[in-house]
């Protein structure tokens, strides 16, 4: 599967933003989805995720109550719903594909992903 992030820019401090992810193919729920952000000098870090059904989700606790993933699966995409930025949030946010279904978590490891979008650039400013 290909994944195609966008809806990253520059955004104040308190205000909000939505990142879409694309995915190709037909198979779109067959994967779990989630969300990653690597800010400069620092290693890539769990934001969210949701299984394939969509029925459950976790979240960062830097991000619970701010953020808010979801997904439609008829238009084989995942979004993430930025409020109340701060600049802490500013990195480079990535999506990805898990195709271990039958976990039924949705999980926070890096390495459980298998696919991967080339990211897009979310800078907050204070």
């Known amino acids: 599967v290909q994944l195609q992030a966008s809806g990253g820019g520059l955004v104040q401090a308190g205000g909000s933003l939505r990142l879409s992810c694309t995915a190709s193919?037909?198979?779109?729920?067959?994967?779990?989805m989630g969300w990653f952000r690597q800010a400069p000098g620092k290693e890539r870090e769990f934001v969210a995720a949701i299984t394939w059904s969509g029925g459950v989700t976790n979240y960062a606790d830097s991000v619970k109550g701010r953020f808010t993933i979801s997904r439609d699966n008829a238009k084989n995409t995942v979004y993430l719903q930025m409020n109340s930025l701060k600049p802490e949030d500013t990195a480079v946010y990535y999506c990805?594909?898990?195709?271990?279904?039958?976990?039924?978590?949705?999980?926070?490891?890096?390495?459980?992903?298998?696919?991967w979008g080339q990211g897009t650039l979310v800078t907050v400013s204070s």
């Open positions: 990805a594909a898990d195709k271990s279904t039958w976990y039924p978590g949705a999980p926070q490891q890096p390495h459980d992903y298998d696919y």
């Open positions: 193919g037909r198979t779109f729920t067959r994967y779990h």
